[in-house]
């Protein structure tokens, strides 16, 4: 078993920065890889981004790339998602999720994703 507990979410201006923690208790942090969802209002829950066991390969949504960046400290078992340039279409729960092992044609795929926090809010204002 693996908990996921999420931290750091808040009410940011556009433009602004957060970083997420995700605090992995259970099954050691670097057993396991870790991906980071977000799910807006009335959307579907949909990928941020991954990061294999080690941290030393890394995946992002397209609409991520650039300003999101996936990071993890397996001393702290921990991982982070920060955040730069937010736009108010960023506002939603995010969550983040473990799984064994990232296969790259399921890396944004919700079902493999075994072990689920219980997300954090995060606002953008206009």
């Known amino acids: 078993q693996v908990q996921l507990v999420e931290s750091g979410g808040g009410l940011v201006q556009a433009g602004g920065s957060l970083r997420l923690s995700c605090a992995a208790s259970?099954?050691?942090?670097?057993?396991?890889?870790m991906g980071w969802f977000r799910q807006a209002p009335g959307k579907e829950r949909e990928f941020v981004a991954a990061?294999?066991?080690?941290?030393?390969?890394?995946y992002y949504a397209d609409s991520m790339k650039g300003r999101f960046t996936i990071s993890r400290d397996n001393a702290k078992n921990t991982v982070y998602l920060q955040m730069n340039d937010l736009k108010p279409e960023d506002t939603a729960v995010y969550y983040c999720?473990?799984?064994?092992?990232?296969?790259?044609?399921?890396?944004?795929?919700?079902?493999?994703?075994?072990?689920w926090g219980q997300g954090t809010q995060v606002t953008v204002s206009s």
């Open positions: 990061i294999n066991k080690s941290g030393d390969s890394t």
């Open positions: 999720a473990a799984r064994a092992i990232i296969s790259i044609p399921t890396v944004a795929s919700l079902g493999k994703y075994k072990y």
């Open positions: 259970g099954r050691t942090n670097s057993s396991v890889a």
